[in-house]
């Protein structure tokens, strides 16, 4: 086990339970993994615009919103300088250790939080055990407060060791809206990556088990279309309004009707719609926010291109307007046979773990897959892990929780690897 007893890391983790937040208003989170990592014998530590490629940042909240969650935050303890240097959402950070001659090692790990309400019920261990959401409406319902403790522990237990080289572990913003891969991959902190690896707890998979190499990411991009055009009286002058709702209804019906494709699955999502104010006014502001995904990149740019199209053309159709912009993207990625290998070898030996297994697919996507693929693109390797937890609702649910103890199984698979990645430089 690492140089922290499971019961800190444990302490840490329901730290960051209790404070959920998501993409660039990660300023409690971020302050607190900071707080944490100063404590350690680190190389060099980047925080906030730093550790980021600011210029690539996607779906940022205006000023207001992030100033409130910043001042949120301050109220609940974050340490003041590190909250003005993640000022402006520039949140994430990257922790160096270098320990002499060897590869470089990155370990990529999430923070941010979704926008569910969790769950009061008194079979939800956090809720019982008095570590629930303060933050209502928010949640960690996808384990990253779970990945920011792999990531502190993993760190910890490879410093505690004899590896040679340097690990680098991103504590990555945004992912649940796949808005701070891109800016973490591009920031210069990759470039000299010769391995990547990149966790995940859960995703179906029972406590005890480990999966080597996830495969099946799909490609995604998620976009918002904002329509508009003229409003009217709708009895006394409708043919003097320009239809919104209609032009956004045009489209919402023909994006489902993109034609599927002979390469691979595609997928499409209108989840978002809106528009209008009254029943007696010609609508002038519509929007759709949306999601397209692709088995490939290529599958993935295909529907990016038809949706595109319609959106223009059902806009044109009804004499509006329309705005469309990115608000997240992905690519796909491919786990590297040699580093899953590694992690059977590591899993082997680690207490607990009771089941290997060597590939599945997630079924969804991940900004991993930026990171990924900027070390894969440079001649390195990259690989995407599952650490096994019986949660006990699906992921994104009220009541999704991990089983604390196979955080420290997370944490000896992913140290172990890493050691094995010095050892061996496959």
């Keep these: 086990m690492s140089v922290l007893d499971t019961h800190e890391y444990r302490a840490f983790r329901r730290d960051l339970h209790r404070h959920p937040e998501p993409a660039w208003r990660e300023f409690y989170t971020t302050a607190r993994i900071v707080e944490e990592l100063r404590e350690r014998d680190l190389t060099a530590l980047h925080v906030g615009?730093?550790?980021?490629?600011?210029?690539?940042?996607?779906?940022?909240?205006?000023?207001?919103?992030?100033?409130?969650?910043?001042?949120?935050?301050?109220?609940?303890?974050?340490d003041p300088e590190?909250?003005?240097?993640?000022?402006?959402?520039?949140?994430?950070?990257?922790?160096?250790?270098?320990?002499?001659?060897?590869?470089?090692?990155?370990?990529?790990?999430?923070?941010?939080?979704?926008?569910?309400?969790?769950?009061?019920?008194?079979?939800?261990?956090?809720?019982?055990?008095?570590?629930?959401?303060?933050?209502?409406?928010?949640?960690?319902?996808?384990?990253?407060?779970?990945?920011?403790t792999m990531g502190l522990g993993a760190l910890d237990a490879v410093l505690d060791s004899d590896f040679s080289g340097t690990l680098k572990v991103f504590f990555q913003p945004g992912e649940e809206q796949v808005a701070g891969g891109k800016p973490m991959a591009e920031s210069g902190h990759l470039d000299d990556v010769d391995y990547l690896y990149a966790v995940h707890v859960g995703l179906d998979h029972p406590s005890g088990e480990?999966?080597?190499?996830?495969?099946?990411?799909?490609?995604?991009?998620?976009?918002?279309?904002?329509?508009?055009?003229?409003?009217?009286?709708?009895?006394?002058?409708?043919?003097?309004?320009?239809?919104?709702?209609?032009?956004?209804?045009?489209?919402?019906?023909?994006?489902?009707?993109?034609?599927?494709?002979?390469?691979?699955?595609?997928?499409?999502n209108a989840g978002l719609v809106g528009g209008g104010t009254a029943t007696n006014i010609i609508p002038e502001e519509s929007h759709i926010e949306g999601e397209l995904r692709g088995q490939t990149t290529e599958l993935a740019e295909y529907m990016s291109e038809h949706a595109d199209r319609i959106l223009d053309s059902a806009a044109e159709m009804h004499d509006c307007e329309v705005d469309v912009s990115t608000l997240g993207e992905a690519p796909s990625a491919t786990s590297d046979d040699a580093l899953a290998g590694l992690v059977r070898e590591s899993a082997g030996d680690v207490e607990g773990v009771t089941n290997i297994v060597d590939s599945d697919d997630l079924g969804g996507s991940e900004d991993a897959t930026y990171l990924m693929n900027r070390v894969q693109e440079q001649g390195g390797l990259a690989c995407y892990l599952g650490v096994g937890t019986d949660h006990p609702g699906g992921h994104h649910t009220t009541d999704f929780d991990v089983v604390e103890d196979d955080i420290a199984i997370g944490i000896d698979v992913i140290a172990g690897a890493i050691r094995r990645v010095a050892e061996t430089r496959p």
């Design 49 to 78: 615009p730093d550790a980021l490629a600011t210029d690539e940042r996607l779906n940022v909240p205006d000023d207001e919103e992030l100033a409130e969650w910043e001042d949120q935050a301050r109220e609940a303890g974050a």
């Design 82 to 148: 590190t909250l003005d240097q993640l000022s402006g959402g520039y949140t994430g950070c990257v922790a160096v250790v270098e320990r002499g001659d060897g590869p470089v090692v990155g370990l990529r790990v999430d923070i941010d939080a979704l926008p569910i309400t969790e769950s009061e019920s008194g079979e939800h261990v956090p809720a019982a055990e008095g570590f629930r959401s303060e933050h209502e409406g928010f949640m960690h319902a996808c384990g990253h407060d779970a990945h920011a």
């Design 210 to 268: 480990v999966v080597c190499g996830v495969e099946g990411f799909l490609a995604v991009r998620h976009f918002l279309a904002e329509f508009t055009g003229e409003p009217a009286h709708a009895g006394a002058r409708p043919e003097q309004g320009r239809n919104t709702v209609q032009a956004m209804a045009a489209a919402v019906q023909n994006l489902y009707a993109i034609p599927r494709h002979a390469d691979g699955p595609t997928r499409v």
